[in-house]
């Protein structure tokens, strides 16, 4: 199936609004993109894609410029691009590249395919790190919310050795992150499935929660505030991610209406945008 991608130069003021005008277009398998051009001046933002055009096409405006990939397997290519690294406790490494693994690490085999989440983005690097501060006593039923490739359920399940429940809209990526848990030695442990948010009968049966982890986007993110709110148990915590450091009040402001307090943050970059993650107790 051919690729496409459409893009725009956008000034760096205006970057984070044309950004959240475009988070509802990720549930139609699209991936969204964001570059510097110049530092401190304009970004290039991207909207890769294959087959229909139509529903981006009416999403965006006349200024946006289209162009037609070459037929490449992009799913290989990323995974020959994808390098082994540390992040917190972790060893996060492709299928075909485990060497030189350091002492003590916990080593997470990941394969994205065409799922998200190869635990490179500053957004999955965030989460990874702050679970490894999370006191496992405190964790003990915990689920991922757009599980995407698994990563963060998997870091889950061998960091504390006990089952976690992950859900995605995407039942590719179901699929993958089902993979993953078995390449990792945590098949076991890993139950996902099809779900919009929380919504499935087994992520229902499962609450309350003691931990719900949701690497999404921004406005995703606020409008789950609630659900997310009536799924934990009391003084149970939501790790959230998927978010630019200047969308992060929108996001506590959403959560603080449904009686959540901040804890902690961990800013990182990716691509020149840093991205905030946020740890928040239900109080």
């Not at 959240?20 to 970004?43: M, Q």
């Not at 039942?171 to 139950?191: F, K, P, S, W, Y």
Request: glycine share 10%.
């Amino acid at each position: 199936m051919s690729g496409w991608k459409a893009w725009l130069v956008v000034p760096a003021a205006d970057r984070a609004a044309r950004e959240r005008a475009l988070e509802p277009l990720a549930e139609h398998d699209v991936v969204i993109a964001s570059r510097e051009i110049s530092r401190d001046g304009p970004w290039c933002i991207e909207i890769f894609g294959h087959g229909d055009k139509s529903r981006v096409a009416a999403a965006i405006d006349r200024e946006w410029r289209w162009e037609d990939l070459p037929d490449i397997d992009w799913v290989a290519e990323n995974q020959r691009s994808f390098r082994p690294f540390a992040v917190g406790p972790f060893w996060v490494h492709p299928s075909h590249d485990s060497d030189g693994m350091p002492a003590g690490q916990l080593p997470l085999r990941i394969d994205a395919g065409l799922a998200f989440g190869t635990g490179t983005h500053a957004t999955t690097r965030g989460c990874l790190e702050m679970l490894a501060m999370l006191d496992p006593s405190e964790t003990v039923n915990a689920v991922d919310v757009g599980c995407g490739s698994g990563i963060l359920a998997i870091a889950m399940a061998k960091l504390w050795q006990r089952a976690v429940i992950g859900g995605d809209s995407d039942a590719e990526a179901v699929d993958v992150a089902r993979q993953n848990a078995e390449l990792n030695g945590v098949g076991d442990l890993c139950r996902f499935v099809h779900a919009i948010g929380l919504d499935s009968p087994e992520l229902k049966a499962r609450a309350p929660y003691d931990l719900i982890v949701a690497n999404i986007l921004a406005g995703p993110l606020a409008e789950l505030s609630q659900s997310f709110a009536s799924s934990l148990r009391p003084g149970g915590r939501v790790l959230l991610s998927g978010l630019l450091v200047e969308q992060a009040a929108d996001v506590l402001a959403a959560y603080g209406d449904r009686g959540f307090g901040f804890e902690r943050h961990i800013d990182l970059e990716t691509g020149g945008a840093w991205w905030r993650t946020l740890l928040l107790r239900r109080v």
